[in-house]
């Protein structure tokens, strides 16, 4: 059966709480492997919450459907302070990306007591800032940063993830609103071992399966090349239940996803089709 947006694979999913170092409780989910360890560590963070970015926004809502299952991976999403998905709301309030550094860290010592393998940050938008400002921990096994602004970041962070060392790799759409791949090259330049991978014909939002599916399968090359490329059928298991107990159609196994749906902004460079699990729910945003 072909993989499809609304696609859910088996996985063993659990909300988690984060306790940041000022005292708040933070909401988040881990997905595992359905039946063995995971062998790395996805800690996702999410766009701009006060454009609707959170922990459902749709790419990360599918990598915690599918890698556990297609690529062995731990994917651990949580609403950043002041945040609200369907999983609650995370205490606090929104900070401009400053005392979100106390929201990073606290994802971070969450996979370290658990013993998560291979962390590695995913940054999206607003959520690459965090990973760029703030990721600068020895956990840390690198960065992947999904349509990064260079906003709130600059110079400065770049040069610190440079001496840093850790690998950096930018995910650039070739329509993006505030950073375009020639620009992104420019700008990441300052740092050696930073990659900058332009998508051709792909927006901010990463709006429409194909864009999905590169952007899974570029971060699979990374953090767990074994895997790569991720397939895009799964074998039919008629009758199997996933982990919420509901039961599985041949590799359909979820209902489309109403809270992890597809940004769009409305903005330049934000139009096209999308499928039901693609449909807009939140802004991006710089």
Partial sequence: MEIRASTVLPARREPIELHTGDGLTLVGELALPADRPPVATLVCLHPLPTHGGMMDSHVYKKA????????????????????????????????????????????????????????????????????????????????????PPLRRAGDADLDAWARFGRPLVALVPEFDDYLR??????????????????????????????????????????VNPAAHPLPTEVADQPGQLDQTGQLDQPGQTGQPDQTGQADQTGQPGQTGQADQADRPAEVAGP
């Fill in 64 to 147: 915690a459907n599918r890698l556990p299952a297609l690529a062995d991976l731990a994917v651990l999403r949580f609403n950043t302070r002041g945040t609200t998905s369907e999983r609650g709301t995370s205490q606090g309030a929104f900070a401009e990306g400053e005392d979100e550094r106390l929201d990073v860290a606290a994802a971070l010592e969450y996979a370290d007591f658990h013993d998560l393998p291979r962390v590695w940050l995913v940054g999206w938008s607003f959520g690459t800032e965090l990973a760029l400002r703030w990721g600068h921990d020895p956990l840390v096994q690198g960065a992947i940063l999904l349509s």
């Fill in 181 to 222: 791949p020639q620009e992104a090259h420019e700008r990441f330049a300052r740092v050696p071992q930073a990659e900058v991978v332009g998508v051709d014909d792909a927006k901010h939002l990463w709006v429409g399966e194909p864009y999905v599916r590169i952007v899974l399968d570029e971060i699979v090359r990374r």
